[in-house]
């Protein structure tokens, strides 16, 4: 069964693609991406292996699509979250506990992503520093709007302490009750933000 948070023709326009990408999701959660192959693949997505190859390079190549969408997809979440009415505190917790949420939906999509993109090598790195980022930017761009609040570092630390905790709960078995972990996530960046500018930065007056 496709978890809500798989990502579909939205993230992938093209069909055969996009049933590849759903077939990944699908043979990498119940097989592990380690024992999945393209024949797996191809035969979950009624495709075949030239198909395939069309789209993708190698496997790899067709997980860490995967890993972009399904990121993507969640970020929209985050963003379409905001309440830029809100003090930014509010709008921290309300947001991560809708991102929170979308990934518990899609527990099976969410360990693997989680736990397999670690085990792709420096590719597998590069794609997993750039969608952090892409966080780390959405804290700036929100906390942000009227003083400098939250550094870029700092930004980043929270990030990978929110990342920490999911993991952590991931490998309790506790995925589908990820959005318990919104009162923590929020302190984090509220903890990180009362910490101040580091590294020479200025704060905007208030």
């Known amino acids: 069964m496709k978890s809500k948070n798989t990502p579909g023709a939205a993230d992938a326009p093209n069909e055969h693609r996009a049933r590849l990408l759903h077939a990944m999701a699908h043979v990498a959660a119940t097989q592990g991406f380690a024992a999945s192959s393209i024949a797996a693949v191809v035969a979950e997505a009624g495709v075949s292996k030239r198909t395939f190859y069309e789209h993708f390079a190698d496997k790899d190549a067709c997980f860490l699509e995967l890993y972009r969408a399904a990121s993507a997809s969640a970020l929209r979440t985050l963003r379409e979250s905001v309440q830029p009415e809100r003090p930014w505190q509010d709008q921290v917790e309300h947001a991560l506990g809708a991102y929170l949420a979308h990934l518990a939906a899609g527990p099976q999509l969410t360990r693997m992503l989680f736990v397999e993109i670690h085990h792709l090598g420096p590719a597998g790195a590069t794609v997993r520093r750039g969608v952090m980022q892409r966080l780390a930017d959405y804290m700036l761009?929100?906390?942000?709007?009227?003083?400098?609040?939250?550094?870029?570092?700092?930004?980043?630390?929270?990030?990978?302490?929110?990342?920490?905790?999911?993991?952590?709960?991931?490998?309790?078995?506790?995925?589908?009750?990820?959005?318990?972990?919104?009162?923590?996530?929020?302190?984090?960046?509220?903890?990180?933000?009362?910490?101040?500018?580091?590294?020479?930065?200025?704060k905007t007056a208030r």
């Open 141 to 202: 761009e929100t906390i942000n709007t009227q003083d400098t609040v939250l550094t870029p570092t700092m930004a980043m630390a929270a990030v990978g302490g929110i990342h920490e905790l999911v993991l952590q709960a991931i490998e309790r078995g506790e995925t589908a009750q990820l959005e318990r972990l919104t009162a923590s996530a929020s302190a984090v960046v509220r903890l990180l933000a009362s910490a101040g500018p580091v590294g020479g930065a200025k």
